[in-house]
């Protein structure tokens, strides 16, 4: 039987001289042999955008 990745939710931080930004509940995936985390392309791509827009102060700094 193979065993299928475990869909969990977490939080990314990230830190510049200026600023904190926060993306909450984000979906990735945790590898049940390895334990590896791993985001879909689809939420790379979208918390990229977000990073973008946080950056030049389009959005909030917290999001969820």
Not at 3 to 30: F, G, S
């Amino acid at each position: 039987m193979k065993n299928e990745p475990t869909m969990l939710k977490k939080d990314i931080h990230w830190q510049t001289e200026e600023c904190a930004y926060v993306v909450r509940n984000v979906l990735y995936l945790k590898a049940d042999h390895d334990g590896e985390e791993m985001l879909d392309f689809d939420v790379s791509v979208t918390i990229t955008t977000l990073r973008n827009l946080m950056v030049e102060k389009a959005i909030p700094h917290d999001l969820n």
